[in-house]
């Protein structure tokens, strides 16, 4: 049975994660969990949508390229998302914005497109249009009017390659995540949001990392919401205790991190994040 992969299931979890903005309600601004699909309904036959099981004779996404034909299991390869509407960093970004900014670093070359075969697309929603690695093909049928397709090269899937950099990186062009490693902010949007006390992760690591940008002490940036994490939270951001972190105090913390640093570009070199996307992010979510 053809299978959703691990690294697309990851790349679906990101883009759900900062453009679902209110997970909780169905909203036409937000993209849903429906709109992001990875493998084809049980009515599909061919393409990337479809694993070894489902591929049909000289099926166009085995035997153009031999990255198909190599890559070939029962892996999809193919990402589907839908509309979206969001506001960041004083502007609106959506569907049509998002995938021209990815046709264009596919057109550049840079690394972190390079397992992408094709993207279909509209960028007005009146015209559909495909950017071919292969240059086989260069439109699509009507349905991408309103959401965008993007087939990988099925040995980069068969590897199990992340290939979440690219999407961290658009979501970090517009202000909603700064990409990070093991040192620094993973996230300016919501990851952080519902933490509590005895959490750990990437996300908690996020949390001290901001809190030292905003000048309280966490002790070790250990990924662990602990004492010292919940004392820096109740110092920032008030409440009983500090042991837990939700919308109000995030927004508070915004607020501290710039007031630390005024009109320092970087809050903390650490980070890697900017005053322009704080104040950004502090825009959206203050906004009415």
Not at 91 to 100: A, E, M, V
Not at 109 to 130: A, C, F, H, L, N
Not at 258 to 287: D, F, I, K, Y
């Amino acid at each position: 049975m053809t299978r959703a992969p691990q690294n697309l299931l990851a790349v679906r979890r990101l883009l759900l994660d900062h453009l679902n903005i209110d997970p909780d309600a169905v909203r036409g601004q937000d993209l849903e969990p429906a709109e992001v699909g990875i493998v084809g309904d049980p009515a599909h036959r061919g393409g990337y949508h479809c694993g070894s099981d489902r591929v049909v004779t000289r099926d166009y996404s085995v035997v153009e390229s031999p990255r198909d034909s190599a890559g070939l299991t029962l892996d999809a390869a193919a990402l589907d998302v839908g509309l979206f509407e969001v506001r960041a960093g004083g502007r609106t970004h959506n569907l049509r914005t998002f995938s021209t900014w990815c046709v264009a670093q596919c057109v550049a070359g840079t690394p972190d497109s390079r397992d992408i075969r094709e993207i279909i697309y509209s960028p007005d929603g009146k015209v559909v249009r495909r950017w071919d690695r292969l240059r086989k093909r260069t439109s699509g049928d009507s349905s991408h009017l309103w959401h965008t397709h993007f087939s990988f090269f099925r040995d980069s899937i068969k590897a199990n390659r992340d290939q979440t950099p690219l999407f961290r990186r658009y979501l970090t062009s517009i202000g909603l995540t700064v990409a990070g490693g093991g040192s620094g902010l993973t996230t300016l949007g919501d990851d952080m949001i519902g933490l509590k006390y005895g959490d750990s992760g990437e996300h908690v690591k996020a949390l001290q990392y901001t809190l030292e940008a905003a000048g309280y002490d966490v002790g070790a940036v250990d990924g662990g919401y602990g004492a010292k994490t919940a004392a820096a939270v109740k110092a920032a951001c008030g409440g009983p205790d500090g042991r837990y972190f939700g919308g109000i105090h995030y927004s508070r913390l915004l607020v501290k991190v710039a007031q630390a640093h005024g009109g320092q570009e970087t809050p903390n070199p650490a980070s890697g994040v900017t005053m322009p996307q704080v104040l950004g992010e502090l825009a959206r979510r203050l906004a009415p």
